[in-house]
């Protein structure tokens, strides 16, 4: 076709060095009368560049040159037969955790997924605050709604509806962050002794919690397509499982999303087997390309789907913000709010009540979003140069954390030197609760690295700091 054609002349001309990185590509209408196209052929050639992420739309600037995009052979999808384990708090050994001399937890920018506090529009955010605090006067006295405020309910309705998502904002239950919604989820859903069905590898903050909870679990091989059903419908049937929780957009730590299929089958499998499924979907809007997919919600007729989100990714984890659409659980979930909880902070709701409904959030991801995929390219470009030869990176659909491969990788031995030196890192055998993984490891890239003509200072200088020393230590744990 014409508009692949054109795209694989400017790919050409990207790794040849003569459209230079961070340049401006030509506007779309220059771009038509250069090559005597339509402009529709003009949109869908950079439109295919954008979704191979070898360009990048700024919002009110245009279309600019990400740079010599670096294919990597993806890190390898173990297939195995699932069976039933018991995960351990902690989930493995994290050796010395703790700086001795202040007892502090090490906590730095390659360990945990979070996004650096320079893209938190923290300006707009207060304005919110200050608006929400003198709109709510006096009321501040007041317990807040163990459901959630009905202004924030609705603004989000509101914002998903922007996607053809469609929650009814009566439907919705704010909680603090979504762990807190999923706690509440496994909770209504299953008992103390009995197994989930989990992907595999698996966000290792979860099978912390199911460890704490005292939940077994089942494994579900990770394909490129999403998970195996062929083997979870197995356990479905045979009833060895009570419920499923799984990451179905953008996969922590592997960054797969499930198809549109896949996630329509998830939900059919629920309703024939009346399994519900929890649906972690703290991820969904930041994907890598303009579009956001589709939760295995949006299919659920019968309420098996309990959905859960927060803005703990999208905007920040401090504000401890999240909700739940229970479906046909809702009883059962607000009563158990009820009981274990006072609600939610009114001030933070009627905030992010604000910044949502004026338009702040929606203008707020275009940014990030962008921001995201190009770390995401940058931290893959800095890894293939510098890690061991053979090694396996991720290609993330969307969010900020790569699943990396090693050959001969030692990951306990990364982790104890990487705990020496105050370097936060998570290895393969975080996200098991089998003997899986064990040359793994995964990175956090919401923080910026140095390019060879960005050389800003300040914290950025830290997080070089930290991955160059990471690499010394690979090569020595490998």
Same mark, same amino acid.
């Given at each position: ?33 250069? &090559? ?129 998502? &469609? ?12 762990? !807190? ?68 957009? &953008? ?36 994907? &890598? ?10 299919? !659920? ?178």
């Amino acid at each position: 076709m014409r508009y692949i054609d054109l795209a694989q002349r400017c790919i050409a001309d990207i790794s040849s060095g003569k459209l230079v990185q961070n340049s401006r590509m030509p506007s779309l209408r220059k771009f038509r009368q250069q &090559h005597l196209i339509s402009m529709t052929t003009a949109l869908n050639c950079y439109q295919h560049l954008e979704s191979l992420g070898w360009i990048l739309a700024k919002p009110q600037s245009g279309y600019f040159v990400c740079g010599q995009r670096m294919v990597n052979e993806k890190p390898e999808l173990i297939a195995f037969q699932s069976i039933m384990t018991a995960p351990k708090l902690p989930a493995v050994d994290n050796y010395a955790q703790h700086n001795n001399s202040v007892n502090k937890a090490i906590v730095g920018p390659l360990g945990v997924a979070r996004i650096s506090a320079d893209f938190i529009p923290l300006d707009k955010l207060q304005h919110s605050f200050r608006r929400a605090l003198k709109r709510q006067g006096n009321n501040i006295s007041f317990y807040p709604d163990v459901q959630g405020e009905k202004i924030l309910r609705e603004s989000l309705s509101t914002h998903f509806k922007s996607y053809d998502f &469609h929650i009814p904002s009566d439907e919705l239950l704010i909680t603090n962050g979504c762990m !807190d919604a999923i706690r509440t989820a496994i909770e209504i859903c299953t008992d103390i002794g009995d197994a989930i069905a989990i992907s595999s590898p698996c966000f290792n903050g979860l099978l912390d919690m199911l460890a704490a909870l005292g939940r077994k679990v089942v494994e579900i091989p990770s394909t490129e397509q999403g998970i195996d059903l062929v083997q979870l419908e197995q356990h479905m049937k045979s009833k060895q499982i009570k419920a499923g929780l799984f990451c179905t957009s &953008h996969m922590n730590p592997q960054g797969i999303s499930m198809t549109a299929l896949q996630k329509q089958h998830l939900v059919k499998l629920a309703e024939t087997y009346k399994i519900p499924i929890i649906e972690d979907d703290v991820y969904i809007e930041l994907a &890598h390309s303009k579009v956001m997919p589709l939760p295995a919600k949006h299919w !659920d007729k019968h309420g098996y789907i309990l959905w859960c989100g927060s803005v703990s990714k999208t905007i920040a984890a401090g504000y401890r913000l999240g909700w739940c659409w229970p479906g046909r659980f809702a009883a059962q979930y607000l009563q158990k709010r009820q009981y274990c909880n006072q609600g939610v902070s009114s001030p933070v709701q009627l905030a992010l009540a604000d910044f949502i409904s004026n338009g702040d959030y929606a203008k707020h991801l275009k940014k990030l979003r962008i921001a995201i995929q190009q770390h995401t390219l940058s931290y893959q470009n800095y890894l293939t140069k510098n890690l061991p030869v053979a090694s396996k990176i991720s290609s993330p659909s969307g969010g900020f954390v790569l699943w990396i491969q090693v050959p001969n990788l030692n990951g306990r031995k990364l982790l104890e030197l990487a705990n020496k030196v105050n370097i936060d890192i998570r290895i393969g055998e975080q996200f098991s609760t089998r003997n899986l993984y064990q040359d793994y490891f995964r990175l956090n890239t919401g923080f910026t690295i140095t390019e060879a003509n960005d050389k800003d200072k300040g914290n950025q200088e830290e997080v070089d700091k930290q991955l160059n020393k990471l690499m010394e230590l690979i090569k020595l744990a490998s």
